[in-house]
């Protein structure tokens, strides 16, 4: 593996922990590393948390620096980062929403 998956893939949260622990690092550590909030890596691993999300692009960059350095080096290619929501059709807005649990999703324009 050279990168994480991209979030919106059903596998992330688990491949972001076996990254996590495959470089020996607690989700505090992690987080230090990224630079991201320190309660972070733990929403994203854990879809049963409260407050469960999933990193936006810039954080899914930080997270593939930290954790597949010798593949990314400060250089890490975005191609496969999650879309922006202003580059997402509404069709692929709403699929993801209900990926995330949503039971019905309702657009008015």
């Known amino acids: 593996m050279n990168s994480l ?3 919106t893939d059903p596998t992330f949260r688990m ?3 076996e990254a ?3 470089r020996n690092l607690s989700q505090y550590a992690l987080a230090k590393l990224a630079g991201v909030a320190l309660v972070m890596p733990k929403r994203w691993e854990d879809a049963s ?3 469960a999300t999933l990193p936006n692009a810039a ?3 930080k997270l593939n620096s930290v954790l597949f350095p010798a593949d990314h080096g400060a250089d890490v290619t ?3 980062a999650p879309k922006s929501l202003d580059q997402a ?3 692929e807005i709403v699929a993801e929403l209900k990926r995330r649990g949503a039971v019905s999703v309702i ?3």
Request: proline share 12%.
């Open 59 to 61: 954080s899914w960059a």
């Open 20 to 22: 996590r622990e495959a």
């Open 15 to 17: 491949k972001l922990r």
């Open 49 to 51: 948390d409260k407050y």
């Open 5 to 7: 998956p991209p979030p």
């Open 107 to 109: 657009v008015n324009w």
């Open 78 to 80: 975005m191609a496969d």
């Open 89 to 91: 059709s509404v069709e």
